[in-house]
């Protein structure tokens, strides 16, 4: 019985191969009509369309784990930051912030403006 391996170590070809890369398996093969090329490349399209959705979608898989571990690692930062309840507390000091800003504004600045004025200019007196 004979090998089908040749003697450089490689598989013949198989002309179904030669057909799937464009080639015809034999010198005397018809020239494939417009219709059949049509379909080809209607065929090879719709491939690399599914390719395409294909790798879209692992592009979108990797986008929401990204977004996914990048608010986990927020969430985490924030509990080391502020402890048990840190949305809580940062609202707690956003309030306070906004009530300390409402009494200051409401402080007559004028006033102590002048004062301080004649204040620092009894000082320089002495």
């Known amino acids: 019985m ?3 391996i040749n003697r450089d170590g ?12 464009g080639e015809p398996p034999f010198a005397d093969a018809a020239a494939e009509t ?7 490349d209607l065929n090879v399209l719709r491939h690399e369309v599914r390719l395409l959705s294909a790798r879209l979608g692992m592009l979108r898989e990797d986008a929401e784990a990204a ?7 927020v969430d985490a930062n924030a509990h080391v930051q502020l402890g ?3 949305w809580a507390k940062l609202a707690a000091a956003m309030c306070a ?4 800003t409402r009494l ?6 004028d006033l102590m403006l002048a004062g301080s004025v004649a204040h ?3 000082a320089r007196r002495r």
Not at 34 to 40: I, L, P, S, T, V
Not at 97 to 100: E, G, L, N, R, T
Not at 104 to 109: D, E, M, N
Request: no cysteine; aromatic share 6%; proline share 9%.
């Open 10 to 21: 490689v598989l013949p070809l198989d002309p179904d191969e030669l057909v799937a890369e």
């Open 84 to 86: 048990d309840y840190p």
């Open 2 to 4: 004979q090998s089908s």
């Open 34 to 40: 417009a219709r059949e090329k049509a379909d080809h």
């Open 67 to 73: 977004l996914k571990s990048k608010a986990t690692s």
């Open 120 to 122: 620092l200019s009894q």
């Open 97 to 100: 912030a906004f009530v300390a």
């Open 104 to 109: 200051v504004r409401r402080l007559p600045f």
